[in-house]
């Protein structure tokens, strides 16, 4: 697993601005005849990848500038305050300017840059278009910068906020406690987390040298009163770093807007950053306005229309999902569905003559970045899920553009996991009926994650729960695919209800969706052959197991003879990079899967959901090897199976020397699975027409 997730959007260029033998280290995210917003960096404790879940929103909108500022990321590290005073970091904004060829700018300031950007504007007033303020931390502008300078250098030290604490061992613990308060939040563990990793990119003695830069600046209040520019001051009320009285004073001095977020912390961009990027994109089109497009229609005699997500995490999501706009059309055959979509779904999408929104084109790639998660058969799918949320707020960005400019009745979410998040977290931006789908509820920790991923799972799944407790409005429907039985019997987490219990209280039920049942196709197969089908779905993650599977055909072969292998590598995956067999056959997308697992003799599966019901409806025989670390494979989708008697798990580490045996056991095996129902999608569909 990567230390640092790859960021949602890559700059088109990078470079240092070099002012004073300092060097500056930029991006700059292009977009022609669009404003520049340039994301002025804060104290050097953290980068300026604290921009994460700004950067790619305003870059579809706008020229966005970022630079790591001195003394953090890969910037240079001067020694000594006097490198850090104020005027020095509100130069570095104007050099940085100069090197990005910019003329003009809108500046974003977080904390401490708020007085680096109103120093910036005041000197260079042509520079400077407008200033948005978040959270800003001046001091000096209430009367507390001489206190503040007192307890931070005193020598017994009051908090952990003092040199002396940070300069001799106790550095870690400072910054779990600043954090902490910086994320006053519940259920802010990703943040904390982003931030203390990035706090242990620097040393303590250049946080020190930071801190006594801004204690000994004067105060910005006759530069405020000269500023030109509009101003806006974002402050959080439950902010425990920075009192909001700052951003009141800041923005009485100034003439500028203030917004007053109740109960937001000091850290509201990452913790709140819907509601932070529409409120900078307003500004910014209030600075520079530009003509916007909105799409509309008479109220009588439209069609009724509706939005379809579907999850994007492999391509089972998108056949049932299929099969359900099917039957919704039967019940409304006017109804237009439109798909916001991502690469694979769109494989299954597009040869079905479905729709896709352009915007789809927009989305971030939620699989590659899971791909990149992987490991050799292992995916940790709890972290990978906490590692997307920059992609998380992406795309909802995207969706929520798309509902601002298109009028749809309904929006259907199968598992769209930033959508139901974020509207919970926005309610105002619901603008329509909203279902949710999905066909497991909660998080839950593996063996070996111990204390820490117990505790994490249990916050995630407590956010939820608070969630549906609190706006039970924002979903109009929620459909678990499958039966109440198919939940799984235990906690959300130590004193939080049993999964079941509160599924069953909270949602409707649908029954499996298997989608259509095709015939079987002719094979081309003798008589005397037989079939097995290995596939890994529509992600890269499969492509361990798809090469352990194959150096196991010589063996399986000898010992089922006549048996011959169709290996289905999927839309991510190069079927040209495996190793080839006689007995083998090796393609890429399938789109009429489903028809060969319904024919074949035996099939060689992951744990995924989809495929492995797939194959309980057509009672073939089959194996799955879950993916390690996978919790649903390992519990949610185990314990289903299980309940049909269906499939032989394998582990992993048992393929080389035990699958052969395994496939020669299984092959001719009487099936006595529990019946799959058939009409699920007509369900489902029928809960949701009843929104429209």
């Known amino acids: 697993m990567n230390a640092e997730p790859r960021p949602v959007r890559e700059a088109d260029r990078t470079g240092f601005a070099d002012r004073a033998g300092v060097r500056l280290a930029f991006r700059v995210y292009d977009n022609p005849g669009k404003p520049t917003v340039l994301l002025v960096p804060t104290w050097s404790i953290v980068p300026s990848r604290f921009w994460k879940a700004q950067v790619s929103f305003l870059a579809r909108h706008f020229r966005v500038v970022t630079f790591d500022g001195r003394g953090s990321g890969d910037s240079d590290r001067p020694r000594g305050w006097a490198s850090y005073v104020d005027e020095e970091c509100a130069e570095d904004v104007i050099a940085v300017l100069d090197a990005t060829d910019t003329a003009q700018a809108v500046l974003v300031a977080l904390s401490r840059g708020d007085a680096?950007?109103?120093?910036?504007?005041?000197?260079?007033?042509?520079?400077?278009?407008?200033?948005?303020?978040?959270?800003?931390?001046?001091?000096?502008?209430?009367?507390?910068?001489?206190?503040?300078?007192?307890?931070?250098?005193?020598?017994?030290?009051?908090?952990?906020?003092?040199?002396?604490?940070?300069?001799?061992?106790?550095?870690?613990q400072f910054t779990e406690w600043f954090f902490a308060r910086m994320f006053a939040e519940p259920h802010s563990t990703?943040?904390?987390?982003?931030?203390?990793?990035?706090?242990?990119?620097?040393?303590?003695?250049?946080?020190?040298?930071?801190?006594?830069?801004?204690?000994?600046?004067?105060?910005?209040?006759?530069?405020?009163?000269?500023?030109?520019?509009p101003v806006l001051v974002i402050h959080g009320t439950d902010d425990q770093v920075r009192p909001h009285a700052i951003g009141a004073r800041l923005a009485e001095l100034t003439g500028g807007d203030l917004v007053l977020i109740d109960g937001a912390g000091h850290g509201v961009h990452a913790r709140d950053p819907v509601r932070i990027n529409l409120?900078?994109?307003?500004?910014?089109?209030?600075?520079?306005?530009?003509?916007?497009?909105?799409?509309?229609?008479?109220?009588?005699?439209?069609?009724?229309?509706?939005?379809?997500?579907?999850?994007?995490?492999?391509?089972?999501?998108?056949?049932?999902?299929?099969?359900?706009?099917?039957?919704?059309?039967?019940?409304?055959?006017?109804?237009?569905?439109?798909?916001?979509?991502?690469?694979?779904?769109?494989?299954?999408l597009g040869p079905a003559g479905e729709r896709i929104h352009p915007a789809s084109a927009w989305l971030a790639t939620e699989s590659r970045h899971v791909e990149e998660d992987a490991g050799e058969h292992d995916l940790h799918v709890f972290e990978a899920f906490r590692r997307?949320?920059?992609?998380?707020?992406?795309?909802?960005?995207?969706?929520?553009?798309?509902?601002?400019?298109?009028?749809?009745?309904?929006?259907?979410?199968?598992?769209?996991?930033?959508?139901?998040?974020?509207?919970?977290?926005?309610?105002?931006?619901?603008?329509?009926?909203?279902?949710?789908?999905?066909?497991?509820?909660?998080?839950?920790?593996?063996?070996?994650?111990?204390?820490?991923?117990?505790?994490?799972?249990?916050?995630?799944?407590?956010?939820?729960?608070?969630?549906?407790?609190?706006?039970?409005?924002?979903?109009d429907r929620s459909v678990f695919v499958g039966n109440p039985d198919d939940v799984i019997s235990l906690p959300f987490g130590e004193g939080l209800p049993a999964i079941r219990e509160w599924t069953e209280q909270n949602f409707d039920f649908c029954g499996y969706v298997t989608g259509v049942d095709p015939p079987a196709p002719p094979l081309g197969l003798r008589a005397d052959e037989r079939l097995c089908v290995v596939t890994v779905g529509g992600s890269g993650v499969g492509e361990s197991l798809l090469r352990r599977v194959l150096d196991t055909v010589p063996e399986t072969v000898r010992r089922v003879p006549g048996l011959r292998f169709l290996v289905v590598t999927g839309?991510?995956?190069?079927?040209?990079?495996?190793?080839?067999?006689?007995?083998?056959?090796?393609?890429?997308?399938?789109?009429?899967?489903?028809?060969?697992?319904?024919?074949?003799?035996?099939?060689?599966?992951?744990?995924?959901?989809?495929?492995?019901?797939?194959?309980?409806?057509?009672?073939?025989?089959?194996?799955?090897?879950?993916?390690?670390?996978?919790?649903?494979?390992?519990?949610?989708?185990?314990?289903?199976?299980?309940?049909?008697?269906?499939?032989?798990?394998?582990?992993?580490?048992?393929?080389?020397?035990?699958?052969?045996?395994?496939?020669?056991?299984?092959?001719?095996?009487?099936?006595?699975?529990?019946?799959?129902?058939?009409?699920?999608?007509?369900?489902?569909?029928?809960?949701?027409?009843?929104?429209?």
């Not at 303020?133 to 001046?138: C, D, F, L, R």
């Not at 769209?416 to 279902?435: I, M, S």
Request: with cysteine; aromatic share 8%.
């Open 116 to 172: 680096w950007s109103v120093l910036a504007a005041a000197r260079h007033p042509g520079r400077v278009t407008g200033i948005v303020a978040i959270g800003p931390a001046s001091g000096s502008l209430i009367g507390v910068q001489e206190q503040e300078r007192e307890a931070w250098e005193a020598a017994d030290g009051g908090t952990p906020y003092n040199r002396h604490h940070w300069l001799n061992g106790g550095y870690d």
């Open 388 to 475: 997307l949320d920059a992609v998380l707020v992406h795309n909802f960005m995207v969706f929520n553009e798309v509902l601002e400019t298109e009028r749809y009745d309904l929006v259907i979410g199968d598992e769209a996991w930033d959508v139901d998040h974020f509207l919970h977290e926005n309610p105002e931006l619901k603008r329509f009926a909203f279902a949710w789908l999905t066909d497991f509820v909660g998080w839950l920790p593996m063996p070996d994650g111990g204390a820490r991923e117990q505790r994490l799972t249990a916050d995630y799944n407590l956010d939820m729960i608070e969630q549906r407790a609190r706006l039970r409005r924002v979903r």
């Open 279 to 348: 409120l900078i994109k307003d500004f910014v089109d209030r600075v520079h306005p530009a003509p916007r497009v909105v799409r509309t229609s008479r109220a009588s005699g439209t069609r009724p229309r509706a939005l379809y997500l579907s999850s994007p995490i492999g391509l089972g999501h998108a056949r049932r999902d299929l099969a359900i706009a099917g039957e919704l059309r039967e019940l409304h055959p006017r109804l237009e569905v439109d798909w916001l979509a991502q690469h694979p779904v769109t494989e299954v």
């Open 190 to 229: 990703r943040q904390i987390e982003d931030a203390v990793r990035w706090a242990h990119e620097i040393e303590p003695v250049t946080l020190v040298d930071t801190t006594a830069g801004r204690l000994a600046s004067k105060s910005i209040e006759d530069e405020c009163r000269r500023l030109t520019c």
């Open 571 to 692: 839309p991510r995956i190069d079927p040209a990079g495996l190793p080839a067999h006689p007995a083998v056959e090796i393609r890429g997308y399938v789109p009429d899967l489903p028809r060969y697992l319904a024919a074949c003799d035996i099939a060689v599966v992951q744990g995924g959901l989809t495929t492995c019901m797939e194959l309980t409806a057509a009672r073939r025989p089959f194996i799955y090897v879950p993916l390690r670390h996978h919790f649903e494979q390992n519990f949610h989708v185990r314990h289903r199976l299980d309940r049909y008697r269906a499939g032989r798990c394998l582990d992993y580490d048992e393929v080389s020397g035990g699958l052969a045996a395994a496939i020669a056991e299984e092959i001719g095996r009487e099936t006595d699975y529990r019946e799959v129902e058939r009409d699920g999608a007509a369900r489902a569909a029928a809960l949701l027409a009843e929104l429209l």
